[in-house]
């Protein structure tokens, strides 16, 4: 977990709407991390309203990104070899 960022954000960027965001790579987290996360997260919000987050929360916005590298050899068995080999 050394070096692992995490960026939370609780605040309203439009005064008029409720914000929260949360950016962390969950592979780079572990399961470690993400345990002292998720603790951090219920001394910094509380408890209930981590539970109320976590079951009510609206996502409006969700960035994915896939770490392939970890994905295995034939994950695509259908994908060309390399991008050369269309020359």
Same mark, same amino acid.
């Given at each position: 977990? $050394?070096?692992? /960022?995490?960026? !939370?954000?609780?605040?309203?960027?439009?005064?008029?709407? +409720?914000?929260?965001?949360?950016?962390?790579?969950?592979?780079?987290?572990? $399961?470690?991390? /993400?345990?002292? !996360?998720?603790?951090?997260?219920i001394?910094?919000?509380? +408890?209930?309203?981590?539970?109320?987050?976590?079951?009510?929360?609206?996502?409006?916005l969700?960035?994915?990104? !896939?770490?392939?590298?970890?994905?295995?050899?034939?994950?695509?068995?259908?994908?060309?070899?390399?991008?050369n080999?269309?020359?």
């Amino acid at each position: 977990m $050394k070096g692992t /960022k995490v960026k !939370l954000s609780l605040y309203p960027i439009n005064k008029q709407h +409720r914000f929260g965001r949360i950016e962390f790579n969950p592979n780079k987290l572990g $399961k470690v991390g /993400k345990a002292i !996360l998720r603790r951090m997260l219920i001394e910094l919000l509380d +408890r209930d309203t981590v539970l109320k987050l976590y079951f009510n929360a609206v996502v409006t916005l969700l960035h994915l990104t !896939l770490d392939t590298t970890n994905l295995g050899r034939n994950i695509y068995p259908n994908a060309r070899q390399s991008w050369n080999d269309e020359r």
